[in-house]
C-alpha cells in the first residue's frame, strides 16, 4: 500500500458497510424467528395434509438459509471492522509521522521519502546542504546501529529527523500492507456455494471462516471490552448491557461458546450464541460421521455344526477396535443434537412456546440446557435437573419432561408466562452401580447450578423478578442438595422425585422458605432407599443419626401424592398427581398440592 492510498483510506467507509451486513444479519434472523415460532405455527395449525407437511419442510429449509446467512453475515461485519481497525491504526501512525515532520522543517513526498532542508550543528563553521531521504520499515539491531552512527557523523542535524520520520513512515506503510494482505483472503473466504442449500459442510466451512476471521483480527478482537474473569452473573449483565451494537456482534461472531455460557445474559443472547455452536458442532459430528466405513455385521453363522450357532465376525472385531469408541460417542452426540432441534420443531404443536438453547457443549458426556418458554420475561420458572445416565444423546426424554410440565403448568398458571428449563449442566453419574454412589459428581456441578439460578434471577424482567423452583430427580437432587449445602440456592421452591438423599438432614438447609421443600416418591421407586446410605444427610444436633432423605418424615419436607405414577420414572406421565402436584408447585397454586396422607 502506497502513501497517497493510506492517507486517502476511510475507516468509516468500512465501519459504514459492516453496519450494514450487521443489520442484514438482523434482518435475517428476524426472518428466521418469524418463519419457526409464526409462519410454521399458523401453517401447521390451519393446514393437513402433505402439501402442508412438505410446505413445512420447505419452511424449515429457508430458516436454515436466514440462520447462515445471519451467521456470515455476522462474520462479514466483524471482519470490516477488523480491517478497519487494523488499516486505522496503521493512518494514525501515518498521519502522525507526516504532522511531526511538518513541526519539524521536512516535507513529506508522494513517494514517502522525506526531504529536509539545510542546516549546520552548534560549533559548524559551515552550512550543510538539505536533502531526501527514503525510510526502511522494521530495521533489524544491525541497520539501527548503522543509521545512528550516520545520524551522529552526518553534518546536518536535520538528516536524523528525516531519517526517523521517513522510518516511521516506511513503518505505517507496511503495517497497512500487510494488514492488506492478511485481510483480503479472510473476506474473500467469506461466501457461501451458489445454491439454496445450506448443507453440513456450508457450516464447516463457516466454522473454518470464523477461526480465520478470529486469527487476523486479533488487535481488534484484543481491543474489545472482555467479559469479567470469573464474573458473577450480575457483573457479566453489566458487561453485556454496556457494549455496543458492534462490539456485542463481534463478541456473538467470534466467541459464541463463551457468551452462550455466559449466566446473566439475557435468554435470546445466549440462544443465538448456542445456536451457532449447535450448528458448527452438528456439521462437525455429521461430516466425521460420513467419513467412518458402514459398521459391518457383528455376527455371522457358526457353519462348523457346533455350539454355538453364530460366532463374532472378525470384521467387525477390526472395525470396533478402530472405530467403535469415536463412533459410539459421534452417534450419541448426533441423537441429542437431532432431539434438541425436533424440540426447536415442535414451538406451537398444542401452544407449546419457542425454545432457548441456554447452553450446549459435546466435550465428554455433552451438556444441554433447554429452556420452554423465555425465563426472562416468565412469571414463573422450573429448572429441572436430571440423575444418573443423563447425557446428551438422551437429552431428548429429559425435555420431554419438562415440555409436558409447561403444559400442565401453563394450564395451571392463569395466564401468567411459564418457563421450563432442562439443565444438563453438569457430568452426570452414567453408571447406577460405579457412579451414582459417589457424591463428587454433585459436589463438582452444584457451583454451575448455583450460578445458573443466579442469572435466571439478574435477567427476569417481571416486576416480581419471578418465581424459581429447582426441581430434581434421583441423582438431580443430590445436585440441589449440595447446592444448597456449598452455596446460595437463590430459589423460591425445591421439588425432589425420587430422591436417593440430598447431603443434608433437613428441609430447613435446603435454602428456601420455611414450608417449601415438597418431595415426592412413588411407592414402588426403589432408589430412595437404596441411596440413602451415600446420599442422605444428618441431624446430629437432634440425635438423628445418618441417612436421612427427603421422604423421611424427620427431614420435614412436604410429601406430595404421586398417586399414577410407578417406580422411578413416571413423575412427569401425564394425568397424574405428580405431575398435577409439580405444576401447582411451580406457578405457586399450593392450596391445590394433594398431600400424601
Not at 536524523?160 to 506503510?173: H, P
Not at 459464541?256 to 448456542?274: F, H, K
Not at 401468567?416 to 444438563?424: F, H, R
Amino acid at each position: 500500500m502506497d502513501l497517497a492510498t493510506l492517507k486517502a483510506f476511510k475507516p468509516s467507509e468500512y465501519e459504514e458497510a459492516a453496519d450494514g451486513y450487521r443489520t442484514t444479519g438482523d434482518m435475517a434472523s428476524e426472518a428466521k424467528d418469524a418463519i419457526d415460532n409464526r409462519i410454521s405455527v399458523e401453517l401447521r395449525n390451519q393446514l393437513e395434509g402433505e402439501a402442508a407437511k412438505a410446505a413445512v419442510e420447505e419452511l424449515k429449509s429457508l430458516s436454515k438459509n436466514f440462520h447462515y446467512t445471519q451467521t456470515e453475515c455476522g462474520l462479514v461485519s466483524t471482519a470490516l471492522n477488523g480491517f478497519a481497525f487494523d488499516i486505522a491504526v496503521a493512518k494514525r501512525k501515518l498521519e502522525a509521522a507526516m504532522e511531526d515532520a511538518r513541526a519539524g522543517g521536512c516535507t513529506v513526498n508522494a513517494n514517502g521519502s522525506v526531504s529536509y532542508p539545510a542546516g549546520r550543528k552548534p560549533g559548524d563553521e559551515k552550512t550543510a546542504d538539505g536533502g531526501t531521504v527514503t525510510g526502511s520499515a522494521g530495521g533489524s539491531a544491525t541497520s539501527d546501529a548503522l543509521e545512528r552512527q550516520a545520524v551522529n557523523i552526518h553534518p546536518n542535524p536535520y538528516y536524523g529527523r528525516a531519517m526517523a520520520y521517513a522510518n516511521r513512515i516506511a513503518d505505517a506503510l507496511e503495517e497497512a500492507t500487510d494488514a492488506d494482505t492478511k485481510w483480503a483472503p479472510k473476506l474473500r473466504a467469506l461466501k457461501a456455494d451458489d445454491d439454496l442449500t445450506v448443507s453440513h459442510r456450508d457450516w464447516a466451512d463457516a466454522q473454518s471462516d470464523t477461526g480465520g476471521v478470529r486469527e487476523a483480527g486479533k488487535a481488534y478482537i484484543d481491543s474489545l471490552p472482555e467479559p469479567p474473569k470469573d464474573g458473577s452473573p450480575k457483573d457479566n449483565a453489566a458487561w453485556w448491557k454496556g457494549l455496543s451494537a458492534e462490539e456485542q456482534s463481534a463478541h456473538l461472531a467470534l466467541n459464541a461458546a463463551s457468551i452462550g455460557a455466559l449466566d446473566g445474559l439475557p435468554a435470546v443472547t445466549r440462544d443465538e450464541a448456542n445456536r451457532m455452536v449447535l450448528a458448527h458442532s452438528r456439521a462437525h459430528v455429521e461430516l466425521e460421521l460420513a467419513k467412518i466405513p458402514a459398521e459391518p455385521a457383528r455376527y455371522s453363522p457358526n457353519n462348523n455344526g457346533t455350539y454355538p450357532a453364530v460366532i463374532q465376525n472378525a470384521s467387525w472385531t477390526q472395525w470396533n477396535e478402530k472405530y467403535g469408541e469415536r463412533f459410539a460417542q459421534l452417534t450419541k452426540n448426533q441423537d441429542g443434537m437431532k432431539s434438541i432441534q425436533e424440540r426447536f420443531d415442535s414451538t406451537g404443536v398444542n401452544g407449546l412456546p419457542p425454545a432457548y438453547l441456554l447452553g450446549f457443549d459435546t466435550e465428554k458426556d455433552g451438556r444441554a440446557i433447554v429452556a420452554n418458554g423465555n425465563p426472562d420475561t416468565a412469571a414463573h420458572t422450573a429448572v429441572y435437573v436430571p440423575g444418573t445416565t443423563s447425557n446428551l444423546g438422551a437429552i431428548g426424554g429429559d425435555v420431554e419432561r419438562m415440555t409436558e410440565l409447561w403444559r400442565e403448568s401453563d394450564a395451571m398458571s392463569g395466564g401468567k408466562e411459564v418457563s421450563t428449563i432442562t439443565w444438563l449442566g453438569y457430568d452426570a453419574p452414567q453408571s447406577v452401580v460405579k457412579d451414582a454412589p459417589f457424591r463428587h459428581y454433585a459436589d463438582d456441578g452444584a457451583p454451575a447450578f448455583n450460578q445458573f439460578m443466579d442469572g435466571l434471577n439478574v435477567a427476569n424482567s417481571t416486576d416480581s423478578g419471578g418465581h424459581h423452583t429447582a426441581i430434581g430427580h434421583s441423582y438431580g437432587t443430590t445436585l440441589i442438595g449440595s447446592a444448597a449445602r456449598q452455596g446460595e440456592l437463590n430459589a423460591d421452591d425445591v421439588v425432589f422425585a425420587g430422591s436417593p438423599g440430598v447431603q443434608v438432614g433437613e428441609a430447613s438447609q435446603m435454602d428456601v422458605p420455611k414450608g417449601h421443600v415438597w418431595n415426592e416418591e412413588a411407592e414402588d421407586d426403589p432408589v430412595p432407599d437404596l441411596g440413602r446410605f451415600g446420599h442422605g444427610g444428618s441431624q446430629w444436633h437432634m440425635g438423628g443419626g445418618v441417612g436421612i432423605i427427603p421422604s423421611d418424615e424427620l427431614f420435614g419436607a412436604n410429601q406430595m401424592s404421586t398417586d399414577g405414577s410407578e417406580g422411578h420414572s413416571e413423575y412427569w406421565v401425564r394425568d397424574t398427581d405428580s405431575l398435577r402436584n409439580q405444576a401447582a408447585v411451580v406457578t405457586g397454586q399450593y392450596g391445590k398440592v394433594q398431600i400424601e396422607e
